[in-house]
Each structure stands twice: as C-alpha cells, then as structure tokens.
C-alpha cells in the first residue's frame, strides 16, 4: 500500500489570479521544528556550502521560494542537489497583488519552514507583498516561528529594515553620490520585513559587478540624515554569502583566495556625533570626519564559511579574518583606505557576571532577573539611550516586547552594588 506519493516538478498555472506554482515532493504537508537563520546572497550562482547551512535550519520541512519572474530553477536544486532531505520544495512565482494574498498562495507561506527570495526586481516584491497578509505572514515567519529565510540579489535587496526600493529603476554609485536625494534613490524604512539582527541594517548586493560602495554609503548618510538612526549596511560580492544565525556571528561563505570574494559590514563612526557634513538634495555627498566617516569591516568569504562578524553589537568591532577600512566622501567622490577597527564607550564597560541572572538570554518578549528584591532596572540601547526603566522583585518579568531587535545593556541597581548585563533581543 502506497501512502506517500512523490510528485517531482508539475506546475500549477493561475494566471488570472496572479501566482503559478512549481512544486516538487511530497504532497503532504508535514510540521518540523525549524530553527532561525537568515542567508543573503550577493546576485550570482548560490553558494553551496551557505545554501546547506540554511536547509540545514529547516530540519527536514518544507521549502517556499518567493520570485516574480522565472519558474522552477531552484526546485531540483534544493530538493536533491544539495543533498539536504527536505519534504517539499515549492515555487510561487507572484505577478500581482492578488497573487500574494491568494488564500493558495498564503497557505503555503504560512506552512513553510524556509522562505527563499530569488533574485529579480525588488520593486516588484515591494508592491506585491508589503502592507498586505503576505507581509504578516513573512514576518511571522521569523519572529513566531523563528524559521530560516534568505535571497539573493533582489531577494537580499529586501531583507534588512531599511531597503533600496529600485522604484525608478536601478541607480550607480556616481549618481547616488552626486545627488543623494535624487529620484532614483528610493528607500524604505521600518515599514517591511523585520528580521532578527537586521534592524537598522540596508544590505547590497553585486557589490563588485558594478562597484556599488558608493551608493551604499550614501544610502547611509541619507538614513542617518532622514531618520536619525545609526545605520549599518551588509553588502557582497557577486558569489559571496553572508549568514547569520540565533548567536548573531554573521560568518561570509566564498571562495577565497582562489577569487576575490568579500563582504563588508559598514556603520558610521560612533566617534562622530555630529551631523553629515552635506547631504541635501542636488548636491554632492560629503562626509568626511578626517577620512574616517565610515568604519568598514571587509571579510574575504571561505569555503566553509570561516570568517564572521559579530552584529549582535556592530560597535564592539569583533570579527575575524578580516579587516578593516575607512571610507569617505568628498563633494561626491568616495575614498576608501586601509583603516582601524572603530574605538567607542561601549568597548570600556566591563560586566559583572556573578550575583543577578538574566533569563533567559537571547530574550524574546520578557526576561527574569533572578536574585534580586525591589530593583531598578534600565535597559539601555547598544548607544546608550535608554530605552526602558521599570522596578521589579525577583521573577517578576521585564516586558521587552516593544525593542527592536538587537544587543541592549540592562543595569541592575541595588542598594549594595550596580550591576551590567548584556542580553540579545531575538
């Protein structure tokens, strides 16, 4: 008696209501026990060895790749190629707004265990899944389920909380650093995906095919001048990967030193509290600070993924088998040396790890602060902005509900000591 059918490759074609679906498996929807990741790729063939690491995190579930053009090229390679054992893989190729929020196409979403973004137009995923169920569905994924998700590409152009919207087409780094406020530099911001340790982040991708630094760099300086954020940008190469797990060590997967394969992590200069020295509209970029405007973290990607840097706290600069640069802008024209790794207040604080417990750690919505009675507690932001103060008896728990993803410092005052903890926020 045969009980599972496998079905390899037939499509579904629903044209009139906006989707069509590859679909290669098992029919049968089954529920495993996923576990976050997210993966970004930088717009060429995927790295295999980045690829199985996000499968991996899928724990035997089913696979939905989101696209708005193609058909069924990544079905047979995440089914089988790779080698991971998967219970389904499932295209969804989505041309509309009501292709997104077909009941079909939001099922299948809501029964993944892993969400994949392939490469296209990012507007089109812009305009087809934002402020709709498709979105509360792809957020969900992350922040209910805690399951994996990643793209490239266009797919990667959409994963951080701020995003290069492509909406009058694509822009170049000379266009961008002459006019920051030009029409073609459209961003999003805090208004789309909210993925656990990407908050504050706007990735790129292709970064050496066309050279793209310049752009990003201004897409950082219109964000910290439009929003008054600190940014941070995520960017690789062609056929380099970035993926960053529940310990938020980002590790780069490529092939170096047989290619010159690289990512690069970027945040201002947290010694620089001053504002942009010219970001307006219809003039150049300058941001300058000595030569120092943004600290750069370049990581050449290996094999197996070696290399990291941690963005649990951009600020504390730990990475590994990379190094470090300075890029600048002068009336449009960006410079990019050979740097040091950026030296902030945070790096001096020391934390006392004996008396109180924090539980648990990454929190999610709450955490317990154990062996404490009557206690003011601060929780301060990774620049030292409070951000919640509450008075709580041990077991009492702290609601952290309302805090973006991230690393925070939580001071412990008592009547006999003071006290730091560093706790991450999933």
Not at 39 to 57: F, P, V, Y
Not at 128 to 135: D, M, Q
Request: aromatic fraction near 12%.
């Amino acid at each position: 008696m045969i009980k599972n059918i496998l079905f390899l490759v037939f499509p579904f074609f629903s044209f009139c209501q906006g989707y069509t679906s590859y679909f290669t498996g098992n029919t049968t929807n089954i529920t495993t026990n996923p576990e976050f990741g997210v993966c970004m790729m930088g717009g060429a063939t995927e790295h295999d060895n980045a690829m199985k690491w996000l499968l991996q995190k899928a724990n035997g579930g089913d696979v939905v790749v989101l696209r708005s053009t193609g058909s069924n090229g990544y079905n047979d390679y995440l089914y089988s190629t790779l080698g991971i054992p998967v219970n389904s893989v499932e295209t969804l190729v989505i041309t509309s707004v009501a292709g997104a929020i077909n009941p079909y196409v939001l099922n299948k979403v809501a029964n993944a265990e892993l969400i994949w973004f392939a490469g296209g137009n990012q507007y089109d995923y812009i305009s087809y899944f934002k402020n709709n169920a498709l979105e509360d569905l792809l957020n969900a994924h992350v922040s209910v389920k805690h399951a994996p998700i990643g793209g490239t590409s266009a797919g990667m152009a959409i994963l951080g909380n701020n995003y290069f919207m492509a909406q009058n087409g694509s822009i170049t780094s000379a266009q961008a650093l002459a006019n920051p406020y030009t029409s073609l530099a459209s961003l999003g911001h805090n208004d789309f995906l909210s993925i656990p340790f990407m908050n504050d982040v706007i990735t790129d991708t292709h970064y050496d095919n066309p050279d793209r630094k310049g752009r990003q760099s201004t897409f950082l300086a219109r964000l910290k001048t439009d929003y008054g954020i600190i940014p941070k940008g995520i960017a690789c190469n062609e056929y380099v990967a970035v993926c960053i797990a529940n310990d938020g060590i980002a590790h780069v997967y490529g092939d170096y030193p047989n290619y010159q394969e690289f990512a690069y992590f970027i945040q201002p200069n947290c010694n620089n509290i001053n504002p942009i020295d010219n970001c307006q509209s219809g003039q150049s970029l300058t941001w300058n600070y000595g030569g120092e405007a943004l600290k750069v973290y370049k990581v050449p990607g290996t094999m197996n993924g070696t290399n990291y840097f941690d963005v649990n706290n951009w600020q504390l600069a730990t990475g590994f088998g990379g190094n470090w640069e300075n890029w600048s802008a002068n009336n449009g024209i960006l410079t990019t040396v050979s740097g040091n790794a950026p030296s902030c207040a945070l790096t001096n604080i020391k934390f006392d790890e004996d008396s109180f417990q924090i539980s648990p750690n990454p929190i999610d919505n709450y955490f317990y602060v154990k062996g404490i009675a009557n206690e003011k507690i601060t929780v301060y932001d990774y620049v030292g902005k409070t951000v919640l103060t509450v008075a709580v008896n041990s077991n009492d728990f702290v609601d952290t509900s309302s805090l973006s993803s991230g690393i925070y410092l939580v001071k412990i005052e008592s009547n006999e000591k003071i006290e730091i903890k560093k706790v991450i926020k999933l």
